[in-house]
């Protein structure tokens, strides 16, 4: 990544690899860069979990809004969301590249025609999601997308938490997962009607994350193999819910 980002670059520890093929640029307004794409080939160097997820956000994403449509990707961390929307106009805020966290809604009210978080919510301390989906509705025109692990995926996040120590796990664990059916209804009393997909395989998730954690030597080509091969796969408990709102007036 090719960052002009002053002091605040990765100013936090975070346990996910910075990923190549996108340029982040300051923008007018503190804490928040645009995502310029320098080579889209690159998301086949994700991990499995963040292809996947960022796929299938990216798909839905397609199908709300025009590339010429303004979009803010949401504690994004190093902007790979873009890598999926080439075409697409982006900006990124994230504490850890930009300087920025969502609850301090560095954005103008309504100033993007969507907001997207991925696998952002569960790493927001429970006392403070209402206020984050308040900021993500403030800042959104028309859509709201979010991403989070299943809270069905307990006993996995437990058991991989317990095997890795992963930061971000902790969280999961520590703080619990979303309920979507809470934030489908906070949503709600914003002025946004809603609905869930779950997709993602959690048994995948499970032996290639711990594999990223233990054997990390091993999990660059394992990732590229799962992406090519299982990034479509069928499940039988899943990982993901993937909510997306749309304002009602």
């Known amino acids: 990544m090719n960052a002009v980002l002053g002091e605040t670059t990765m100013s936090q520890s975070v346990p996910i690899k910075v990923i190549e093929g996108v340029e982040l640029i300051p923008c007018e307004r503190s804490g928040i860069c645009s995502v310029r794409v320098l080579n889209a080939e690159a998301r086949y160097n994700l991990s499995w979990d963040r292809y996947v997820r960022l796929k299938a956000a990216a798909d839905t994403i397609k199908k709300l809004v025009t590339p010429d449509a303004g979009i803010l990707d949401v504690g994004g961390y190093d902007g790979a969301l873009a890598l999926f929307l080439p075409a697409y106009k982006i900006d990124l805020i994230d504490p850890a590249t930009t300087g920025a966290s969502l609850l301090q809604g560095p954005a103008a009210d309504r100033s993007y025609e969507l907001a997207a978080a991925i696998d952002v919510l569960e790493h927001v301390v429970p006392s403070d999601r209402m206020s984050a989906l308040e ?78 954690n233990l054997a990390p030597d091993a999990a660059k080509e394992l990732n590229r193999y799962l992406i090519e091969h299982h990034a479509d796969e069928p499940f039988s408990a899943p990982l993901y819910h993937l909510v997306v709102c749309e304002r009602e007036s």
Do not use: I
């Open 135 to 212: 900021e993500l509705a403030r800042m959104a025109r028309q859509h709201v997308v979010l991403n989070y692990p299943c809270q069905s995926t307990k006993a996995a996040q437990n058991l991989v938490l317990n095997a890795t120590n992963n930061a971000l796990v902790r969280e999961h664990v520590q703080w619990e997962l979303p309920d979507t059916d809470w934030v489908l209804s906070k949503m709600a009393e914003l002025g946004f009607r809603g609905s869930m997909v779950s997709y993602a395989s959690v048994a995948v998730w499970l032996g290639q994350y711990l594999t990223l």
